[in-house]
Nanobody, 125 residues
Framework: QGRLPESGGASVQPGGSLRLSCGVD????????IAWFRQVAGKEREGVAG????????YYHNSVKGRFTITLDRAKNMMYLEMNNLKPEDTAMYYC??????????????????WGPGSQVTVSS
């Protein structure tokens, strides 16, 4: 367990791309699910994309389907979120998180136990 340091956040123009990275310990260190969330000040945290560690299955929030891709590099113990065609509404603090218990992975924040400190993504012209 422990913190999951995110990196890769930056300011970009609409239509731009970014890749966020998050270190996970060996095979997710016993995680059942690992995921990316985002939060705008004053709003609830929302799930963006996740991976079921056991079988590599991925799942996405409807608003990012076709634009964002989540991957897990098991050799490097790293999780990535490739974000393309970024929109101003993607502006948020992005967090990676781990869930150790769920049999069925979801994008519900309450299911996740370990959280990184966050990485800011700003999309504006």
């Amino acid at each position: 367990q422990g913190r999951l340091p995110e990196s890769g956040g930056a300011s970009v123009q609409p239509g731009g791309s970014l890749r966020l990275s998050c270190g996970v310990d060996g095979q997710g260190a016993g995680s059942k699910c690992i995921a990316w969330f985002r939060q705008v000040a004053g709003k609830e945290r929302e799930g963006v994309a996740g991976i079921t560690v056991r079988n590599g299955g991925t799942y996405y929030h409807n608003s990012v389907k076709g634009r964002f891709t989540i991957t897990l590099d098991r050799a490097k113990n790293m999780m990535y979120l490739e974000m393309n065609n970024l929109k101003p509404e993607d502006t948020a603090m992005y967090y990676c998180a781990r869930d150790y218990f769920s049999g069925l992975c979801t994008l519900l924040p309450d299911r996740y136990q370990d959280w990184g400190p966050g990485s800011q993504v700003t999309v504006s012209s």
